[in-house]
């Protein structure tokens, strides 16, 4: 496109007032007059033309700078991308008639690429919208992500120019989120004694004088904020996430060059360790209602007695499944026949419903390595032949009005379950017996564990619950059970031979046997080993019974408990 710079000045003929223009014979001078620029900018889409004009400039070198610059502007823009080139030409416009400086090419360059606009500084809310804005997530995540930029980031740090984002804000602002804590805890605790005012002080009907107080009493607690939850290190761990990924993407864009988010320190969020519900814990818990841990699991005993009360709902193949290899609750539920063959015994979690508030949601399983193939034991397998048998049962009754989901857990009519569903019918079977808590993703753990007992190393375990990092499953799981870890040391000592019987310590006394290596000692005949910790009791229908009428199959919770592998967990 056309452009060039010119001089002129602005004196008059001093007979009739008109400018002299080109004419002025003071042009001779280089210091005479001033310096304008003039490009020809992309036609509007009518075909009218349009210009950048300026002029003032006390120098040729500077106008030329400043055309060199517009030029280098519209260079950025293709003419086969006419909504680059008319936010572009826009800005140009907007320029001129403002009289303002035009802004470096580098800078417009990173702001077209961002969507952003292309004028102003851009603060780090205009940044966690655009960036929120462009990502493909699943719903649960955005949902994360959102709150996040909600509830924490645009209040606190949305205003601060996101090339002048430093330490110290982050620090500031985490600070303010740990403080908010005591502030939410004493809301929470002030409206739970509301709500104890707002119940009647006596049994039977209240008075007048009793009914007008419980109604000022409602309306104080009307006025109150709603429980909120506190902001633990965990939360506060994941909002750093969620901000060092945005500003990650800005360094992407070259909108910033240093991500503050990645050095600012805070308290750990880790999992919690799972503990096993031994007897002292759950003598403990009895007496005190307290677990010991949030993460809680059965042991294999303790969960044969849960399979044993669920064996009559419809939803006991589904706990049986989970339960003993491992699927996470969306995946359950969004299991399909297609992705089990019962003849090879291998099952792949190929879909997951998700619930995006209460709504759910068919969605890829979580990570790539969700939708891995495991392998289904017998017991699983002759599970899910009956549960097929009794759902084509089904199919066959409700006729044309089946629905036909593909689904293998499903209503009667063959409609997909709700998520939701299926932890309520959790939680009702658990509360018809006598078992300790856990919930229906601790099912989950409680098929790690059976793994592991069952001689399953812990490579095993990251493939039977498909984690997408070793690491993750030995942070989780190798201290559940250090009493089988013992046993295979036992194990692995008895490999090395020796050409002299080597002692042991014995059991009754505690200190070794000094009796001659050359001779085989006298020691007290050993109790014989529990069964392995993999295996999970049958129903009690099914075990066959010693002449003393126990079983023989399986341990009972406190033989098992009392076992000498147990006495190491800690």
Known sequence: MKGSTHRRCYCRDPKTGKPLGKNCPKLTSRKHGSYSIRQELPPREDGTRRSFSRAGYESLKAAQGDLDRLRALLALVDQDDPDSTERLTTMLEEIADEKAPLPEPEETHRRLRAGLALRGTITVGEWLDS????????????????????????????HIRLDRLHVGHLV????????????????????????????????GRPTAAERARLAEEQQKLAEMKPFRKLNGPATRQAIRRTLRAALNAAIAQQLIT?????????????????LLW?????????????????????????????????????????????????????????????????????????????VDGWAPYESEPKTDGSAGTI?????????????????????????????????VFTQEDGSPLHPETVSETFRRVLASTDLPPITLRDLRHVAATLTHGGGGDIHTVKEVLRHSTIALTSDTYTSLLPELDREIAEKAAQL????????????????????????????????????????????SEEVSSTDDGGPSGARTLNQWIKSPLLCQLS
């Open 496 to 539: 090395v031979p020796r050409a002299r019987r080597v002692t042991r310590i014995d059991e009754g006394s505690g200190a070794p046997a000094h009796a001659s290596l050359t001779h085989k000692p006298k020691t007290k005949e050993r109790p014989d080993r529990p069964e392995p910790m993999g295996a999970l009791p049958r129903r």
């Open 278 to 354: 031994t007897e002292e814990r759950v003598r403990r818990w009895r007496e005190t209602g307290n677990l010991p841990s949030p993460v809680m699991v059965w042991t294999p005993a303790q969960f044969g007695v849960f399979l044993d009360a669920a064996e009559d709902d419809r939803l006991y193949p589904f706990f049986h499944l989970v339960g003993t290899r491992g699927l996470r609750r969306g995946e359950g539920v969004g299991q399909e026949w297609t992705d089990i063959d019962l003849e090879a015994g291998l099952i792949t979690p190929a879909k997951e419903i998700v």
């Open 172 to 203: 500031e602002m985490f600070d303010a989120i740990a403080l908010q804590n005591e502030v939410t805890e004493a809301e929470n605790q002030a409206r739970s004694e509301q709500i104890a005012r707002c119940k009647p002080s006596k049994p």
């Open 258 to 274: 240093f991500n503050p988010a990645a050095h600012v320190e805070l308290e750990s969020g880790k999992r919690p360790k799972p």
């Open 131 to 158: 960036w929120f804005a462009s990502k493909k997530r699943r719903k649960t995540t955005l949902n994360g992500y959102a709150s996040h930029i909600r509830v924490h980031l645009k209040p606190r740090i949305g």
């Open 375 to 407: 392998a289904l034991d017998s017991l699983n397998l002759a599970v899910l032949r009956a549960h097929k048998a009794r759902q084509d049962a089904e199919r066959l009754a409700w006729g044309s009005a089946w629905q036909d989901t593909g689904k």
